[in-house]
């Protein structure tokens, strides 16, 4: 550092530079630390020449000018209650049905916030002081980088904002589906409980009837059933084939009925016992008298299950 | 609740918090002084009120960036405000120029006399430190520092309006603000 450099600083330190001379200075600043140094030292003592100027009283109203000036202004410093406690308020306003989203948002505000004081500590403590050229840069560079903290922000706000409202629009209609599906599962475990059908396959152990098939669809609650047959042989002449519904609270079967088959031995008839059965244990098919009988009389060739 | 008990520092770092009692309090120290800087420096009294409630606002913006470690609050604030008073007499085209004839003669800190030290400055260590500093610089170079200081003048414009040569000024302003540095620092 040299004696030029030197009164540089001094005259500095008055903010007596203009143009070329405060570039200069500036210039020669940024490469060595010593001058630096000295240009910071000497604006503070400069400055310390403030506290020997007589007093002088503002105007009485001045404090309240300088209050209504910043409440004026609004934004983030402003008096009373600060735009990151509106802000937020609105977060948690808006999630207010979605708390997860809500706290996510308020922890992003607080991140914000603390990245905001720590990028302003590391800015502090990596310039241990400043000439007015370097108050005024860090000035600006603080100021850029808060506001797009604050950008960044409301961006982030905002696609949230959108995110929330549009996972309403979805809860909305998910309730809505929701809704419906518990109205269809409603009707259909009535019609379940109405219905509420069993279904048996029997089979033969008489020789003639290997090959036949025999299946009852019984619907417990209505008290009677279909009846399939197939592959069924031929009754002699004066026979028919007749079904009975076996229930253990009755001392005998109850007759369901005559069951006629075509030429192939197939049939499919709906059937009712002609007595009320309350449990339907057993379903039989026997060879009767021409017509049926009202009780079994003849061989059984189906039984079951 | 008063905070009777706070030093300017912890009440500007309260400000930076957004405490509004703590600025307000911090306004009715820092105030009064700085009004009569900028009275000084701009000679106009409107001039002077709104830079004094420009330069509270930015403070009050600025609070939160206040490093007790690096300044006192009273330099701190100074700067800002001197900064803004010279940012008003650029834009008034004031700086190139002496506003009235009259300005050397006003244009004296209360270093020279005990008498001036009004009760306020009596109670400050600091005021008293500086003032005791100033006296032991030599008369020219004083004169040319309290002028600089209050006037926010280019050196150009100080020598034409003192007289001076260039050099002379120049050289004035470098020696005895060392030596003022130096003399704070506990220096002989």
């Given amino acids: 550092m040299d004696e030029r450099q030197e009164e540089l600083a001094a005259l500095n330190a008055l903010h007596m530079l203009e143009g070329d001379e405060q570039r200069s200075l500036d210039g020669a600043c940024v490469s060595d630390k010593e001058l630096r140094a000295l240009n910071t030292e000497l604006e503070q003592v400069a400055v310390e020449l403030a506290r020997l100027v007589t007093p002088v009283e503002p105007p009485a109203d001045m404090k309240k000018r300088i209050r209504a000036k910043i409440r004026s202004r609004g934004g983030p410093g402003a008096f009373g209650v600060s735009r990151g406690v509106i802000v937020g308020a609105a977060g948690w306003a808006l999630a207010a049905g979605l708390a997860v989203a809500s706290v996510w948002l308020w922890n992003e505000r607080s991140k914000l916030i603390e990245q905001h004081a720590a990028a302003v500590r590391a800015i502090a403590a990596a310039v241990p002081a400043s000439s007015p050229a370097e108050e005024r840069k860090e000035a600006r560079s603080l100021e850029d980088e808060l506001k797009s903290i604050r950008d960044d922000y409301e961006k982030k706000q905002a696609a949230l904002n959108t995110e929330i409202e549009s996972l309403r629009i979805r809860e909305t209609e998910a309730q809505t589906r929701i809704t419906q599906l518990t109205a269809e599962a409603d009707s259909l475990k009535q019609q379940n409980a109405q219905t509420q059908m069993e279904i048996t396959i029997l089979q033969s152990t008489v020789w003639e009837y290997r090959r036949s098939e025999m299946i009852v669809v019984w619907d417990r609650l209505r008290r009677q059933g279909v009846l399939m047959l197939d592959k069924m042989p031929r009754v002699e002449a004066g026979k028919d084939y007749q079904l009975w519904v076996v229930d253990t609270q009755k001392p005998d079967p109850v007759s369901a009925g005559v069951v006629t088959v075509d030429d192939k031995g197939v049939v499919k008839t709906q059937f009712k016992p002609v007595e009320a059965v309350d449990k339907a244990a057993k379903f039989a098919l026997s060879v009767e008298k021409k017509g049926g009988v009202p009780k079994k009389e003849g061989p059984v060739v189906f039984i079951g299950p | ?188």
């Fill in chain 2, 1 to 188: 609740m008063s905070q009777p008990e706070l030093n300017d520092e912890e009440l500007l770092q309260r400000a930076g918090r957004r405490d509004v009692r703590a600025f307000e309090q911090l306004y009715d120290r820092l105030a009064p002084r700085l009004h009569g800087l900028l009275r000084q420096m701009l000679h106009d009294e409107r001039e002077a009120e709104e830079v004094l409630q420009d330069s509270f606002v930015q403070l009050w913006d600025r609070a939160p960036s206040f490093d007790p470690a690096r300044s006192q609050a009273f330099t701190w604030a100074a700067m800002i405000f001197r900064h803004k008073a010279i940012d008003r007499m650029r834009m008034l085209g004031r700086r190139n120029r002496l506003v009235e004839s009259a300005a050397l003669e006003h244009s004296v800190l209360d270093a020279g006399s005990d008498a001036a030290a009004d009760a306020e400055l009596e109670t400050s260590e600091r005021a008293a430190a500086v003032r005791e500093a100033l006296r032991e610089l030599p008369k020219d170079q004083r004169q040319l520092i309290e002028f600089a200081f209050l006037k926010g003048l280019t050196h150009h414009v100080l020598a034409e309006s003192l007289n001076l040569p260039l050099g002379t000024v120049k050289t004035h302003i470098r020696l005895g603000l060392l030596r003022l540095c130096d003399l704070l620092k506990g220096g002989r």
